[in-house]
T-cell receptor, first 116, second 117 residues
């Protein structure tokens, strides 16, 4: 039972255009969402996150949108750059009021290719 | 500050053999996690240590997997005996214990690729 789904295994965009990566989840207990970027032979690195009490969080070229009623989030990258080419993972956690940390549930990832 | 380090980077073993993976978290990080990615699928949670205690080991596939974190510093993940389906990339991640604002961010190592033949 996959609770976080990224239905697009790959996405190709032109440099300078917008990249939109999508993610759906099924567990209504999830209350914190993160995006990670992964280059080949490296570990995932944190990109941006959003709490369920918000619907948008922006950090430079990266914006994450959360639609709780649809259980859907998306990552927008504007403008896209060739260095953004990587696998992007959506992840979610159910904090349940914990401060000690809690497990992340990941999607399968989307390979983004930004063409010069 | 050194990041999360994992050893070995790649291990190739025969079915039935034993392999031990090691993770050194970022200094001072009490949370330590093990994850696994198989065949380009999702990154799956295995277990979570807080210091030396297992907080959540619900993701461990079966009793062929044993994780330890003696002294609350580095951790090892032993697979014994290894099976073909154990092949994949094993990631370790760490984070601070948080007080107040929850960040959720985990810092990942580069992973240990395990190939079971």
């Amino acid at each position: 039972d996959q609770q976080v789904k990224q239905n697009s295994p790959s996405l190709s965009v032109q440099e300078g255009r917008i990249s939109i990566l999508n993610c759906d989840y099924t567990n209504s207990m999830f209350d914190y969402f993160l995006w990670y970027k992964k280059y080949p032979a490296e570990g995932p690195t944190f990109l941006i996150s959003i709490s369920s009490i918000k619907d948008k969080n922006e950090d430079g070229r990266f914006t994450v949108f959360l639609n709780k009623s649809a259980k859907h989030l998306s990552l927008h990258i504007v403008p896209s750059q060739p260095g953004d080419s990587a696998v992007y993972f959506c992840a979610a956690s159910a904090r349940r009021g914990e401060t000690s940390g809690s497990r992340l549930t990941f999607g399968e990832g989307t390979q983004l290719t930004v063409n010069p | 500050e050194a990041g999360v380090t994992q050893f070995p980077s790649h291990s190739v073993i025969e079915k039935g053999q034993t392999v031990t993976l090691r993770c050194d978290p970022i200094s001072g990080h009490d949370n330590l996690y093990w994850y696994r990615r198989v065949m380009g699928k999702e990154i799956k949670f295995l277990l979570h240590f807080v210091k030396e205690s297992k907080q959540d080991e619900s993701g461990m596939p079966n009793n062929r997997f044993l994780a330890e974190r003696t002294g609350g510093t580095y951790s090892t993940l032993k697979v014994q005996p290894a099976e073909l389906e154990d092949s994949g990339v094993y990631f370790c991640a760490s984070s601070h214990l948080t007080s107040g604002r929850y960040t959720g961010e985990l810092f990942f190592g580069e992973g240990s690729r395990l190939t079971v033949l």
